[in-house]
């Protein structure tokens, strides 16, 4: 069990009821100075109950209830914990004048564009946090990765912390969270750099534990139909007190899904066309443990202690595929010769808002073997291939800030990281055939040092700046680089109703360390995987200029700049007849658009948003393997989000989502179009503890494109074979409050291909 400190020093928690003594639900309570300088905020749960932790050493405090049906309270307190607040209901009808409210969807708080959680989400189809995340304006979902318009890639961070857990492991563990314990989300397009992270973010802010209800958790279940059947199973529970917090959570997702793809390739070999035609089956099964425990001890009213242990545990893996076509016949069967473990442990200490220091540990391993036969005229190929990887690395980092004369504040800070990355790779032959020249064993070490300087000043009320410069040195084997990282963040508020904000960041991307040994894998008789050592990693460069108008309406015009970009594609190999996938730095990739939201209301029973993305993509190689190709492409993605109110005696909601996407590009290759339409009804019951949920998501199996590459000496088409469609029931049972933070644990680099 391991022990750990939250960055809370004090709570005041209440009830807020009616004049009946009835609890009133998602009243919003902000707390402030009695010079009204804003502290910190909360909203009531479907118990009236609500929670605040603050840092300020004041006795005396302001707090200001609000309620779209109810008179807004405001009064001050004085060393009072506990409360009890009575709202007033409104007279809403005034002769034949009806007067009507809405609270704003978004707010700027500290620089930061802020999302009301609980509104956003009211009626939703949602019973976690990462399907929460995908109804903020903004974001959605391609390939398994979230994507926030705008920006070249999107990092979610949980209470303001940025650690290193790998990113599919991240959304495994968002999906296990119950939604309602959201508060709010921060989208940054510029992280401040204090949070050890570059570019985009989405900071997930979680409502505080209820100290008064100790014994707080959530069980859950799931059951998803696809073309296989899955199903996942958690449970989740939180002890708090006001020093000390522990939080368990544990997840088991097992996932089965098909990979058919076939491959229609006119090859050019020795001169001549050969028309291969491969058809590819393919089974993925596996089942994974997901174990947290985290412990928060505050020392004082400044300082405190936050230790977490994460461990994911993959015992089996089953993966297997059958290619079959005009080139030759193959079969692949993949499994674990022992269980993919990953293990985490991190230690932080905070004294207060002005300084941060942590330690962190990872390790990681992964062990697999494939066996693979090919059957080919004159030609039988069949072996075994061990694959294996161990990595262990540490992250120091520390952080400081300072408030200064005239509304300025300094902040600086430093972070270092070292890994050892150890990856082997050993072929068997069962034919005595030598295939030993693809043997791989590597040894390589990773060092990343970097500092950075930055400044917050307010000019007046209107306009804040936020700034900073990041060096950083990083090596790994013969590679080294000295980098610059540059961020900026003006706001200007018009009216509390109408915001502008540019923003600017920099940023790296490192390739994952099995791409760096050179390793050779096959797919099947035709395609092979390839790594390449000499792989380097790409800038980004990201600008950003938005205009909120009434705290609802958002648009962003946008540029990306990817300076030698890198992505994996196949490649006709000249010199024999194999389709190469394989990881190629470009000259340049970017990215030029207009992203617009727009939320409307039909009635009381239908709220809507629509979202238009019309973006001009580009990208360029001089050196594409043996060819050049320059590709652009105007692409327009739009989608529109509808939340119907069936009931609310008894209460049951339902959605219906369509999202339409054009023609986009990949590099020297084109995607296809795509579309999906999602729907899905919520039932709401036993005094709001449990929900019943029906999702179908992708109902026509349309959202996997295809990818055509008719470009020089290459001539290819890669048709999908989707399994996008799902039809979900689950079942969550909650007893008490709940509060959860927790890091993430960045190894989207390890694992082998």
């Known amino acids: 069990m391991i022990f750990a400190a939250s960055i809370n020093a004090q709570i005041i928690s209440g009830l807020v009821i009616d004049e009946s003594n009835a609890p009133v639900e998602i009243a919003t309570i902000v707390m402030q100075t009695p010079d009204s300088v804003y502290i910190n905020s909360a909203v009531s ?114 209470n303001g912390k940025a650690t290193s857990m790998p990113y599919e492991n991240l959304m495994a563990a968002l999906k296990m969270y119950p939604a309602e314990n959201i508060q709010s989300a921060e989208v940054m397009y510029s992280a401040p750099p204090q949070y050890h992270i570059r570019g985009a973010a989405i900071n997930i802010v979680m409502k505080d ?47 089965h899904s098909k990979t058919d793809h076939d491959i229609l390739s006119n090859h050019l070999f020795n001169g001549n066309i050969n028309k291969i035609e491969q058809f590819n089956r393919g089974i993925r099964k596996n089942n994974e443990h997901l174990f947290r425990i985290e412990t928060d001890y505050s020392l004082n009213d400044k300082s405190t202690i936050d230790m977490t242990y994460t461990t994911l545990v993959t015992p089996n893996i089953d993966n297997n595929e059958a290619s079959n076509g005009s080139l030759s016949n193959s079969i692949s069967h993949m499994e674990e010769s022992s269980p993919q473990q990953l293990h985490n442990i991190s230690l932080d200490y905070s004294s207060g ?32 291939a061990n694959s294996a990887q161990g990595i262990n690395r540490y992250r120091v980092f520390t952080d400081k800030s300072h408030t200064l004369p005239k509304d300025w504040k300094l902040n600086y800070g430093a972070q270092y990281m070292y890994a050892v990355d150890k990856s082997s790779q050993t072929y068997h032959s069962k034919v005595n055939e030598n295939i030993s020249a693809s043997n791989m064993d590597s040894r390589q070490k990773e060092y990343t040092t970097n500092a950075y300087l930055g400044f917050e000043k307010s000019i007046g009320e209107k306009l804040s700046i936020t700034a900073a410069i990041t060096p950083e040195y990083y090596k790994l084997g013969n590679y080294d680089e000295w980098t610059i990282f540059p961020s900026l963040e003006a706001t200007y508020v018009i009216s509390p109703s109408h915001i502008m904000q540019l923003s600017f960041s920099s940023d790296k991307t490192y390739a994952s360390y099995w791409e760096l040994h050179g390793a050779v894998g096959y797919l099947n008789s035709y395609a092979e995987v ?42 006709q190999t000249q010199n024999k007849l194999s389709l190469i996938y394989k990881t190629t730095n470009f000259d340049y990739k970017q990215k030029l658009g207009l992203n617009l939201i727009v939320p409307f209301n039909l009635g009381n029973v239908v709220s809507s948003r629509m979202t238009l993305n019309g973006f001009y993509d580009k990208v360029k190689a001089s050196d594409f393997h043996d060819i050049s190709f320059e590709n652009n ?25 369509g999202a339409y996407m054009t023609k986009n590009i ?41 990818m055509i590459m008719k470009y020089n000496t290459q001539d290819l088409r890669l048709n999908i074979i989707p399994d996008s469609r799902s039809i979900s029931v689950s079942f969550t049972f909650k007893f008490g409050g709940y509060d959860k933070s927790y890091e993430n644990i960045s190894t989207s680099r390890f694992g082998t291909k």
């Not at 959530?218 to 296989?228: C, L, V």
């Not at 790594?531 to 009434?550: A, E, H, T, V």
């Not at 509808?642 to 989502?657: D, F, G």
Request: charged content about 20%.
């Open 45 to 158: 749960d479907s118990t009236g109950r609500f929670s605040i932790r603050y840092n300020t050493e004041t006795s005396i405090y302001r707090l200001i209830v609000q309620h779209l049906l109810y008179e807004t309270s405001e009064n001050l307190y004085s060393n009072q914990n506990e409360l009890i607040i009575k709202l007033k209901e409104k007279e809403n009808i005034l002769g034949e004048v009806t007067v009507k409210g809405e609270r704003p969807l978004v707010r700027l708080i500290d620089g930061k564009i802020t999302y009301d959680m609980p509104q956003l989400i009211s009626g939703k189809v949602v019973s976690n946090a990462y399907e929460t995340m995908l109804h903020l304006p903004g974001v959605s979902e391609q390939n398994g990765v979230l994507t926030l318009a705008g920006a070249s890639s999107v990092t979610v961070i949980i």
């Open 633 to 657: 492409k105007f692409v327009l993605y739009s989608r529109l989000d509808n939340t119907l109110n069936i009931s609310s005696k008894p209460n049951i909601k339902a959605e219906i989502a």
């Open 353 to 384: 808002q002005s300084f941060k220091a942590g330690i962190e540990y990872t390790y990681f391993k992964d062990r697999k073997i494939q066996h693979f036969q090919e059957i080919m005229a004159g030609k039988e190929t069949e072996f075994t």
């Open 209 to 255: 534990a209820d100290v008064d209800n100790n014994f707080q958790g959530q069980i859950n279940g799931n059951y998803t139909q696809k073309y296989y059947a899955n199903h996942s199973e958690g449970a989740s529970i939180m002890f708090a007190t006001p020093k000390l917090d522990v939080d368990i959570n544990y997840s088991h997702n097992f996932n």
């Open 666 to 706: 990949q590099g020297p290759g084109e995607l296809s179009t795509l579309w999906n339409m999602d729907t899905g009804v919520k039932w709401t019951f036993f005094n709001n503890l449990a929900e019943l949920r029906v999702k179908g998501t992708d109902l026509f199996n349309s959202w996997s494109p295809n």
């Open 530 to 571: 390839h790594g390449n050592p000499l792989l380097r990693p790409y800038k980004d460069y990201s600008s950003q200029f938005s205009y909120i108008m009434k705290n609802k309406y958002i648009i962003t015009l946008y540029h990306n700049y990817q300076d030698d970009y890198f992505c994996q594609l196949p490649y």
